[in-house]
RNA sequence: GGAGAGAUGGCUGAGUGGUCGAAAGCGCUCCCCUGCUAAGGGAGUAAGGGUUAAAAGCCCUUCGAGGGUUCGAAUCCCUCUCUCUCCGCCA
């Protein structure tokens, strides 16, 4: 959420930020909305103000035995404008909040203008691809040839965009998985943590994806609806609803294994072959909580803390930073890693690294004590994956595959392998 | 799943219709005194919002959540949620 304060202020500053984003705000509608609001405000907390003291008259008078009726008379009819006034104001401050729900965080100056993926702009980039002196094939292939990755036996039970894995290739993922939550709990400083996998409106509300983009997630049709989360970035940044940190408290970082589900409404069509984009698949998460100062540089080091992963597991890698246009919805600044697919010949997202800024905070109350001033302000939150557990196995068996269709067994996964250094069919 | 108890400020805990946003204690901050390892005295100490260019001040809201009764609700009524204890059942 932006601050209302800067959107009535500086209106037009924020109508041409997110215009960037191609997202058109209706400023005029808006800051028209707020007139009316204010005055209806300023009229209801005036009114309420007469009643208190009205009643607080009665209290006396009857205390002191005198007659209390006339008094009575009185304040009857400032009861019925009261009623009156706070239901439309309530309307008023219910529309204003859905509007305010439904507008995308601004973006950082250095975000660079454009519409989609092909306008973003590489940062950097970490090793070589390398042409394997044969016909290098995608993960389907490979996977399906060992035996060991199966789309058909998946449908049976769950329909499209789910696989089945087995043998050594399922043991190599949950070797990936150990590897990243060791790494990011021993060398980069976060807690690891068990977080529900079903969340209500509300949590998701607080990270962004409600009210606006509900037809994305798998909800339940129990009486108090759950939602499957579509990543651990939900249960953990609500770790910070309502909450008042310390100044010494933050930065806080938690990482967290999970599984992650995604209904991928519109995605039809798109990655349709193999596990690039499937309906579950697992995640490690990394999540900041830090000071409103901080969250720049963190950022860049969230952003090199999933870096390491694909170095130690030499994958060529490329850092994009996200243009305008192509930024998710809550971000002010977001920098993609994309690791090099053999099978597809092209860098594909493996991990998505971003600086919310106070835009998540601001919905869920997520603040700490100021140390100078002593008074609460919002916190800045960040995630980043650290990184996609699948897309990195798909990376993998791409990457390490031999001329005889098995694939090596990277040397950091090894020890969690019991020292296998390929996997055969 | 069954039975009971509870939910108040950073914490403990009082408060059953009227200056109660809330006693007291603890904690914390500042000041004073004292002087030596600890003690004494005083003051302050919730959050959100409105008004304001901003601040101060003033005002509104909030005692688990939502609704109701009332001129007035932490206090009365209804619904829900959560926590604790016991029983049952389970991983």
Redesign the pocket.
């Given at each position: 959420m932006i601050d209302?304060?800067l959107l009535r202020?500086s209106t037009d500053e924020v109508a041409a930020n997110l215009a960037r984003r191609g997202f058109e705000f209706d400023a005029a509608g808006y800051l028209a909305l707020d007139e009316r609001r204010?005055a209806l405000?300023?009229e209801?907390?005036?009114l309420?103000?007469e009643?208190?003291?009205?009643?607080?008259a009665?209290?006396?008078a009857?205390?002191q035995g005198e007659d209390?009726e006339p008094l009575?008379a009185a304040?009857?009819e400032l009861?019925d404008k009261l009623d009156q006034n706070e239901a439309e104001l309530q309307a008023v401050q219910e529309e204003l909040r859905d509007i305010e729900l439904g507008l995308p965080n601004l973006l950082q100056a250095d975000v660079p203008d454009g519409v989609g993926d092909e306008d973003n702009v590489e940062v950097r980039c970490w090793g070589e691809p390398v042409e394997p002196d044969f016909e290098a094939r995608d993960h389907v292939a490979l996977g399906e040839a060992l035996g060991m990755l199966d789309f058909e036996c998946a449908s049976k039970m769950s329909g499209s965009r789910f696989a089945v894995m087995r043998g050594q290739l399922a043991r190599l993922q949950r070797a990936l998985i150990q590897f990243m939550l060791d790494v990011h709990t021993g060398e980069h400083g976060y807690v690891e943590t068990y977080v529900p996998f079903l969340v209500q409106s509300q949590a998701l509300v607080g990270t962004g994806q409600l009210p606006k983009f509900e037809a994305d997630l798998f909800k339940t049709t129990t009486e108090?609806p759950f939602y499957l989360i579509p990543t651990a970035e939900v249960p953990v940044t609500n770790f910070a609803r309502d909450v008042?940190f310390e100044a010494d408290e933050l930065p806080l970082r938690y990482t967290a294994h999970t599984p992650c589900f995604r209904s991928e409404a519109g995605s039809y069509g798109q990655d349709t072959r193999g596990m690039i984009r499937q309906h579950q698949f697992e995640k490690v998460e990394l999540v900041q909580f830090v000071a409103p100062g901080d969250s720049e540089r963190a950022l860049e080091e969230l952003t090199g803390h999933a870096e390491v992963i694909l170095q130690r597991l030499e994958l060529p890698y490329r850092v994009v930073v996200l243009c305008s246009g192509d930024t998710g919805f809550g971000a002010a600044k977001t920098y993609d890693i994309e690791v090099w697919l053999p099978g597809q010949g092209k860098y594909r997202e493996i991990s998505s690294c971003s600086n919310y800024e106070a835009f998540q905070a601001r919905r869920m109350?997520a603040?700490r004590?100021n140390p100078e001033s002593?008074?609460?302000e919002l916190i800045h939150t960040l995630n980043g994956s650290g990184v996609a557990a699948g897309r990195a196995l798909i990376a993998i068996m791409e990457n390490y595959q031999q001329a005889d269709g098995s694939i090596r067994v990277p040397q950091a996964l090894q020890p969690y392998m019991a020292g296998a250094t390929a996997i055969y069919g």
């Open positions: 209302p304060k202020q204010k405000q300023v209801t907390e005036s309420r103000k009643r208190n003291s009205s009643s607080k009665i209290g006396k009857k205390a209390i009575l304040v009857q009861g108090t008042i109350g603040r004590r002593g008074k609460p």
